[in-house]
């Protein structure tokens, strides 16, 4: 984490920002949670955990921020609410989403890269891969694919 802070507050500096103490309670939030994926309110509840006296609208000021200098992605993942991330270099990955419970894994393949897209003139720039399924834990409720299978028929 503390190579990982030198570069953030580089990066900030160099574009004429501060690692402020709330950016720093951010990214320390994100960069402790198991898929580094985090909604703006469960990271607003750590944050004051931390920080008491930090309003949300402070929070969501600096993850926008964040997310502009690039140390941040921000995502849907098929949800109402967004979700943030840090981005550092070897984090190219894509998401898959249970359908029944909502957890959210990332997955470090990316099928993107053996498509031949220059060959069509094309370059791309970015993209994002969302597979929607059921965790191991929800398949253990028989009755889900059964259910889903019954929704597609309609």
Request: overall charge negative.
């Amino acid at each position: 984490m503390e190579s990982q802070r030198t570069a953030i507050e580089d990066q900030l500096r160099r574009r004429g920002y501060k690692l402020t103490k709330q950016r720093e309670a951010i990214i320390k939030v994100l960069d402790s949670l198991e898929e580094n994926l985090a909604t703006a309110q469960h990271i607003f509840e750590k944050v004051t955990e931390t920080n008491p006296g930090t309003n949300f609208s402070t929070v969501y000021r600096n993850l926008d921020l964040l997310v502009q200098e690039g140390i941040l992605r921000k995502t849907s993942l098929g949800h109402e609410a967004s979700y943030y991330e840090l981005v550092t270099n070897d984090t190219h990955h894509h998401h898959m989403i249970c359908k029944e419970c909502g957890k959210i894994r990332c997955i470090d393949y990316c099928p993107i890269k053996d498509i031949p897209l220059q060959e069509d003139g094309f370059v791309p720039v970015d993209h994002r891969l969302e597979i929607y399924g059921f965790c191991k834990e929800c398949l253990g409720n028989a009755n889900i694919l059964d259910d889903e299978r019954g929704r597609d028929r309609e």
